[in-house]
């Protein structure tokens, strides 16, 4: 990789007190996403996407990193921040969306394992990666005429 380069910018205010704290596994809305793309020249060697998903009281933020065409490669959790579940960001967790795609169902429970005791992270943290993969697919695939 020789370079990477934003695509859109965009943040959302941080939660402004104690009552603000995240409490279910739906983010919310972002006006922009920003995702990265790595160069080789002229090729595109593929992309990545941080984002943050809701833990069951604090954001877990995350990275995604997308084959040049949209399959996961890698889910790596950047900062975890509840105080129970952190087996989410194990190897054997975040391993297991490789190679998955908008085709794959990405069910918690069925192609994709739940944590014990990190139920909420493990279901924010597939919701989020499925999120990546759709917005991948709107802003790199359109749909042909």
Do not use: W
Not at 8 to 31: F, M, N, W
Not at 81 to 110: H, I, M, N, W
Not at 127 to 133: I, N, T
Request: glycine residues 8%.
């Amino acid at each position: 990789m020789t370079g990477a380069a934003p695509l859109a910018t965009g943040s959302r205010p941080a939660p402004k007190g104690p009552d603000d704290v995240y409490v279910d596994a739906a983010p919310p809305p972002k006006s922009a996403y920003n995702f990265y793309v790595a160069l080789s020249g002229e090729n595109v060697d593929g992309y990545a996407l941080l984002d943050e998903a809701r833990g069951q009281y604090m954001p877990i933020s995350f990275a995604v990193k997308l084959s040049p065409k949209g399959a996961v490669e890698r889910l790596e959790i950047m900062v975890y921040r509840e105080q129970y579940g952190s087996e989410v960001k194990s190897d054997r967790f975040c391993r297991q969306f490789a190679g998955k795609t908008l085709a794959d169902p990405l069910l918690l429970g069925d192609d994709v394992l739940i944590v014990s005791g990190a139920s909420v992270s493990s279901r924010a943290l597939t919701d989020g990666v499925r999120r990546s993969l759709i917005l991948f697919d709107e802003l790199f695939h359109p749909p042909s005429p």
